[in-house]
Each structure stands twice: as structure tokens, then as C-alpha cells.
């Protein structure tokens, strides 16, 4: 089984900051990419931000510039540094990553349980 843990979430005023950490567990063959996602009250669930295996990373276009998505291969971990944080962006925030548990099985996608971020005076 592959279980991904995120911590960080809370409270913040206008303006503060942030960061949420998520880690992989378990069977793990190869992770591709990590990412964030995240769900406000009445709204689908939005990529916020992605890193690939290279590196390479994607924004949701409100997030460029505040946000920055990072990962440690080595630990199986991924954070997203949220700064300049605003009232748009309280949401129930997931991780999620796409993960082969052995050299024989394709990847399949596992999600966290969600933390909820609230940005608010």
C-alpha cells in the first residue's frame, strides 16, 4: 500500500505564509510526479501546482509568483511554500502523486486526506 501524510495547514492572515509538507509511504517502485490540489466550499478541485521527476514545474495562474512546489526524491516528499497568501485561497488543500509500487505495474494516481487552509482577518 502507498499512503501519502501532508501536515501544515492552519490559520493565516492576509499577506502571511504558509508551508505544507507531504510524504510518501509504503511500496514504493518510482514516483513521477507530486502535486497539489485543492478545494474550496461549492468549487471542483483545482491543480494549484506540479513537479515532475525532472523538476520541471506547472502553476495554476493565481499562484505564480506566491506559491513555489518542491520535492526531495530522496525522502519521498514534496512542500508547497505558500506566501502572500489571500482570502482566495482558503480551500481544503490535497496532495497527490502518481506512483508505480513495483518495476511491474503501472502508476496509479493516491491521494492524501486533505488539509484545510484558512486565510482570513
Known amino acids: 500500500q502507498v499512503q501519502l501524510v501532508e501536515s501544515g495547514g492552519g490559520l493565516v492572515q492576509p499577506g502571511g505564509s504558509l508551508r505544507l509538507s507531504c510524504a510518501a509511504s509504503g511500496t514504493i517502485f518510482r514516483i513521477n510526479f507530486m502535486g497539489w490540489y485543492r478545494q474550496a466550499p461549492g468549487k471542483e478541485r483545482e491543480l494549484v501546482a506540479i513537479i515532475r521527476s525532472d523538476g520541471t514545474t506547472n502553476y495554476e495562474d493565481s499562484v505564480k509568483g506566491r506559491f513555489t512546489i518542491s520535492r526531495d526524491n530522496a525522502k519521498n516528499t514534496v512542500s508547497l511554500q505558500m506566501n502572500s497568501l489571500k482570502p482566495e485561497d482558503t480551500a481544503v488543500y490535497y496532495c497527490?502523486?502518481?506512483?508505480?509500487?513495483?518495476?511491474?505495474?503501472?502508476?496509479?494516481?493516491?491521494w492524501g486526506q486533505g488539509t484545510q487552509v484558512t486565510v482570513s482577518t
Open positions: 497527490n502523486s502518481n506512483i508505480e509500487r513495483t518495476r511491474w505495474e503501472y502508476a496509479h494516481d493516491y
